[in-house]
């Protein structure tokens, strides 16, 4: 036969295992509320954890009458449980009847029936977590060793709550940790870690796919100006808005993520053909359509879009957004912010064998690179007053490649600080063996600079050791950069920029006219020279190109800027840029870019004769 003491010890130890495993908070009470009415005598039982930090709220009754008093007690704010939570002491009524202290409980519970009731608070450390009930519906008290019993039951029912209190947040907190480990705080879409994890499982998924997988890089045009205009607040309410309106257009299979700033990317998989892969690219590009409504400013962007597709059974891995990157650098690159397109240049791009990197540094080594020289002439006189290094390469089997894919790709890798190096090296060097530095005056030798390379590396100590190391001036050397670059690029770019204009090198914005052309920008930019365009050079002598140009020229001017037009072909726009005093200019109707001893061959203090013929 099973003692009392028996049955105790047996209830103790079943709560003291729940300190080892993962019951629940509402497990134990409910085990409690069932095995004491087994162990003592009484009628019914039950719980109410009423400390502030326990939320939510676990009630647990034997019964319903019991769940009754219990309600009543919380509704009336007067009865034993109420006491003894406060008190932190035991509260024994063997007879209600006879008991004052609980005027309002006391007459309602009577006339439900109950005699007796005995409380026992959950201590936890100087506190109380709440109270267990004992009801009874004859009068009469509980023994000492039934009051030891309840009293020890509460304690350790205290203890086993506290604890699996601790586990339940503890777990909440793991998740939430998780949780935002893999999310972007500020859009709460995935972030790059999450989308690594998508593209690893599209990976596995793919293998046994024959469907198609696109990567499509997003980067909004300008959203620089937005916070520089209108502050951070409403940039990061843009960015929010452009992550919702993303999220609306996904299907099921489709991944978005935010992977900094400004920059977005889709993971789409099983998609069925190129057509449906355009079709993604087409929805994200219709996001841009309307505007945005941010604390009530109608804000009109416009985003570059690169995109990559993989065909069925081809591996997708991180180079996959590497490529779809490319493809959106270069269209913001060389179409100026427009939106979706998929290009040739993309095309070529993606295309390209997976080695590529490689082989342009094995060119790098074979000194298969070159580097080819166009001249810029003042506009006067038509004098030659510096030269545009270009990077040529004439590939053993695949012939010339532009200089636009070898740069795109070398982009995709650190390889761009070493091309990029080398050619600077080249060209100051080439500028000190024509010996004309001096007086190649004011341009002297220009070089571009991809943005990648500006912020990647020691770009500003590259730079002046190879200034020092070819023993040229500084202020002979420009460094072109493009206008999209130069207003999207961050803070750390501004600085390179600036400290490099300490050093007496001159930046200029190369390609202006084909990005926003903000002229206000133009203000706001560390630049000495504006390059403009040669797509609005094409039509200038009939289209209203004109009025642009001659409104960035004076504004220019009025900065005390420099302004160079590029792509000048023929006669009628060499007349045009004259008319509307532009300084310099450049294009085949002087020279083609050439060789570093064609330019050798130029008498420098002569004017270029006009026509294309001499220098081609
Ligand atoms: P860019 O800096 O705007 O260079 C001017 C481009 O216009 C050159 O193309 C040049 O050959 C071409 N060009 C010059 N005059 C005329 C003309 O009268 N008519 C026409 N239609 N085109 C003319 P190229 O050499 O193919 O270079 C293309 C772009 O590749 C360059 O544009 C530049 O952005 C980039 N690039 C070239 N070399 C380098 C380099 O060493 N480093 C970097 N980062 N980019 C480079
Ligand atoms: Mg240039
Ligand atoms: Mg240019």
Known sequence: MVNDEERLAVVLREFARTLTTDFPMQGIVDHLVGRIVEVLPVTSAAVTLISHDLSPKYVSASNAASLGFEQLQSNFGDGPCILAYQSGESVAVPDLLLDERFPVFGPAARAEGLAAVFTFPLRHGDGCIGALDLYRETTGPLSVHEMITAETMA?????????????????????????????????????????????????????????????????????????????????????????????????????????????????????????????????????????????????????????????????????????????????????????????????ALSSLPQNFEQEIGDALEKNELHVAYQPIV??????????????????PTRGKISPVIVVGAAERSSLINLLGEWILERSCSALRTWGIG????????????????LVSGDFFNTVEQTVSGAGIDPTRLVLEMTENLLIEDSDRAMKVLSDLR???????????????????????????????????????????????????????????????????????????????????????????????????????????????????
């Open 378 to 395: 003042r506009m006067s006189d038509n004098v030659m007053s510096g030269v545009e290094a270009l990077l040529r390469w004439e590939h």
């Open 438 to 453: 001096d007086r190649l005056a004011p341009i002297g030798i220009a070089v571009n600079v991809s943005a990648r390379q």
């Open 155 to 347: 304690d350790v029912v205290a203890a086993c709550l506290i604890n699996a209190q601790a586990r339940e947040r503890a777990d909440v907190a793991s998740a939430a940790y998780l949780y935002d480990s893999l999310h972007d705080p500020l859009t709460d879409l995935p972030n790059r870690t999450f989308l690594m994890d998508r593209v690893h499982d599209a990976n596995v998924r793919a293998k046994r796919s024959r469907l198609n997988t696109g990567v499509y890089f997003v980067d909004l045009d300008r959203f620089k100006l937005i916070n520089d205009h209108h502050g951070h607040h409403v940039g990061d309410k843009l960015l929010i808005a452009v992550a919702r309106r993303f999220s609306n257009i996904l299907r099921q299979e489709d991944t978005v993520a935010r992977i900094s700033g400004d920059e977005f990317v889709f993971l789409c998989e099983a998609l069925p053909d190129t057509i449906e892969a355009e079709n993604i690219g087409a929805r994200i590009e219709k996001v841009f359509e309307r505007p945005f409504v941010v604390d009530g400013l109608r804000l009109s962007i416009s985003a570059s879009i690169g995109m990559a597709v993989v065909g069925p059974g081809e591996e997708i891995s991180a180079e996959l957004i590497v490529h779809a990157d490319t493809a959106m650098y270069l269209i913001k690159r060389h179409r100026g912010g427009r939106r979706h397109v998929v290009g040739p240049i993309d095309s």
């Open 502 to 616: 300490g050093l007496g090198v001159r930046i200029a914005v190369d390609d202006f006219g084909t990005g926003y052309s903000s002229l206000s920008y133009l203000t706001r930019l560390p630049i000495d020279i504006v390059k403009i365009d040669q797509s609005l050079i094409a039509g200038i002598a009939s289209g209203p190109e004109a009025v642009v140009v001659s409104a960035v020229t004076n504004l220019a001017h009025e900065l005390g800027m420099v302004v160079v037009v590029e792509g000048i072909e023929n006669q009628a726009q060499h007349h045009e840029i004259a008319r509307i005093g532009c300084d310099y200019a450049q294009g085949f109707y002087f020279s083609e870019p050439m060789s570093e001893s064609g330019i050798m061959g130029i008498d420098w203090s002569l004017p270029l004769p006009n026509g294309p013929s001499r220098f081609r």
